[in-house]
T-cell receptor, first 120, second 109 residues
Framework: EPEVTQTPSHQVTQMGQEVILRCVPI?????FYWYRQILGQKVEFLVSFYNNEISEKSEIFDDQFSVERPDGSNFTLKIRSTKLEDSAMYFC??????????????????FGEGSRLTVL | SQQGEEDPQALSIQEGENATMNCSYK?????LQWYRQNSGRGLVHLIL???NEREKHSGRLRVTLDTSKKSSSLLITASRAADTASYFCATNSNYQLIWGAGTKLIIKP
């Protein structure tokens, strides 16, 4: 069964360092997402990406965050200068349909297992 | 405003019993989705119910949607130890899914 894969599974970094989290979405999916979840808390939307550009982003996704699809398979989240409060589990997800193509509906999301980021 | 508030926050039942979790939301939606998350793992999609549907089944799962009350329920029948997980509802409005805080379900053997 196709799956979303994420690397690394766990990253420990010093405050102020740059971090890149990587994701390989399911190959025929067109919509890509990053979410984060602080331990035991709510799942928070960061950004959605379609057709090589950001389609939606939340207020959490400020200038220190960026996303990129550098090739046909990878989808990355970069955090430029990490803060203590960036410590969380970061989930990548993809869906086959969504946005205008889905009549403003968002379809079933397939999630990766997450990358745990610890900022010291 | 917050969407997708689940209740109860935690539920502990005996194996074999039915588990019911509820989700309330505030604004109109296109669809509502339920996901399961095992501890420390990713989220797994369970069921998507559209705003014009009232009930949907998948195996031991039954989801209802009442758009007049802006609420949904997830029923797991004949619970098993493997159902122990957190369950999240996510409401879809426009391009986004808005998530609740989840219900932590514990199935006691």
């Amino acid at each position: 069964e196709p799956e979303v894969t994420q690397t690394p599974s766990h990253q420990v970094t010093q405050m102020g360092q740059e971090v890149i989290l990587r994701c390989v979405p399911i190959s025929n999916h067109l919509y890509f997402y990053w979410y984060r979840q602080i331990l035991g808390q709510k799942v928070e939307f960061l950004v959605s990406f379609y057709n090589n550009e950001i389609s939606e982003k939340s207020e959490i996704f400020d200038d220190q965050f960026s996303v990129e699809r550098p090739d046909g398979s990878n989808f990355t989240l970069k955090i430029r200068s990490t803060k203590l409060e960036d410590s969380a589990m970061y989930f990548c997800a993809s869906s086959e349909w969504g946005g205008l193509a889905g009549g403003l509906n968002t379809g079933e999301l397939f999630f990766g297992e997450g990358s745990r980021l610890t900022v010291l | 405003s917050q969407q997708g508030e689940e209740d109860p926050q935690a539920l502990s039942i005996q194996e074999g019993e039915n588990a019911t979790m509820n989700c309330s939301y505030k604004t109109s939606i296109n669809n509502l989705q339920w996901y399961r998350q095992n501890s420390g793992r990713g989220l797994v999609h369970l069921i998507l119910i559209r705003s014009n549907e009232r009930e949907k089944h998948s195996g031991r799962l039954r989801v209802t949607l009442d758009t007049s009350k802006k609420s949904s329920s997830l029923l797991i029948t004949a619970s098993r130890a493997a159902d122990t997980a957190s369950y999240f509802c996510a409401t879809n409005s426009n391009y986004q899914l808005i998530w609740g805080a989840g219900t932590k379900l514990i199935i006691k053997p």
